[in-house]
């Protein structure tokens, strides 16, 4: 509270009574007149110094032990990304080493290969493994905060990595599949007279997702011999349908151009009874 203001004015001193609270209170007032109040406290009172220092450690110490932190996370999803995707590109090698050496064995067979794919199913690993890290960092975050200063802390972090290895084994061993599928093609074999494409997964219900079963389609080809094929769809964009006996599936490429091969390899071996073409 300002009570009255004592001036000098015109070789006078004078009083004017104010009456006034000044927001800030007392250190915003001191300030506004040109008094310092921490300045000579933080300066010249060792109680004050040593409460400077202590803060000024004490923040510098919070960051590095961010900055470390941080670091630990980086490395440790450089470290475990880089031991999941050998073994990834490994499996996925082996199951196409696996489907050529079955499918692609004579001389009487045209193979439309679209590397596309393999990059749009390897894409969808790293994503898929991105997402799987940072939920499993998240959970061990929480069950290690849970269990703070408790004997069982310390093996909180080793028992959740193992639950990870175990739990994602079995999907990226088939989404391994399923980039070794998709770099293998679709295949026309003329010796069997059959088409051979990576399974289309769009007949799995919303029970079949919601409990994974998909995955056990992943890597997995569909088998349909050329006489069943009646008309086919070519959608827009890269799609293209066919249809027959066995229903309807759906061959995905990366781009209109491996679309139009496969459809033109077709149009060489089968005699259409019906199409739709709404592509371009």
Same mark, same amino acid.
């Given at each position: 509270?300002?009570?009255? +203001? &004592? #001036?000098?004015?015109?070789? +006078? ?5 104010? @009456? ?17 109040? #921490? ?8 109680? @004050?110094?040593? /409460? ?18 941080? !670091?630990?996370? =980086? $490395? ?34 045209? *193979? ?5 794919? &393999? ?12 997402? /799987? ?20 802390? %310390? ?14 084994? #079995?999907?990226?061993?088939? &989404? !391994? ?5 998709? #770099?293998?093609?679709?295949? &026309? ?26 995955? +056990? ?14 008309? $086919?769809?070519? +959608?827009?964009? *890269? ?16 781009? =209109?151009?491996?679309? %139009? ?6 149009? *060489? *071996? ?11």
């Amino acid at each position: 509270m300002v009570f009255g +203001e &004592l #001036y000098h004015h015109n070789d +006078e001193w004078k009083f004017k009574a104010v @009456g006034q609270g000044f927001a800030g209170g007392l250190s915003a007032l001191a300030t506004q007149h040109g008094v310092n109040i #921490y300045t000579p406290f933080l300066l010249y009172s060792p109680v @004050g110094y040593a /409460s400077g220092l202590f803060i000024i450690k004490n923040i510098m110490s919070t960051n590095m032990a961010t900055k470390k932190n941080d !670091a630990d996370m =980086k $490395f440790f999803f450089s470290v475990v990304a880089f031991l999941i995707f050998i073994p990834f590109m490994a499996f996925a090698y082996l199951h196409y080493r696996n489907l050529k050496s079955r499918y692609v064995t004579n001389k009487n067979v045209q *193979r439309i290969v679209d590397i596309g794919r &393999l990059y749009a199913a390897v894409g969808t690993a790293i994503a898929a493994l991105a997402i /799987s890290l940072g939920m499993f960092w998240f959970i061990s975050a929480m069950f290690t905060k849970s269990t703070a200063g408790t004997s069982f802390s %310390d093996f909180v972090f080793p028992i959740m990595l193992v639950i990870y290895v175990l739990v994602m084994v #079995y999907p990226l061993k088939k &989404l !391994a599949d399923a980039a070794g599928t998709a #770099y293998l093609g679709v295949i &026309l074999d003329d010796s069997s007279q059959t088409l051979i494409f990576p399974a289309d997964l769009a007949n799995c219900s919303a029970s079949d997702i919601v409990k994974l079963r998909f995955l +056990e389609g992943l890597g997995s080809v569909d088998m349909i011999p050329l006489t069943q094929i009646s008309s $086919f769809t070519r +959608e827009k964009g *890269r799609l293209l349908h066919i249809q027959g006996d066995f229903g309807s599936r759906a061959l995905i490429f990366s781009n =209109k151009q491996k679309r %139009d091969e496969c459809l033109s390899a077709l149009q *060489r *071996r089968i005699k259409f009874r019906g199409s739709r073409d709404l592509g371009y």
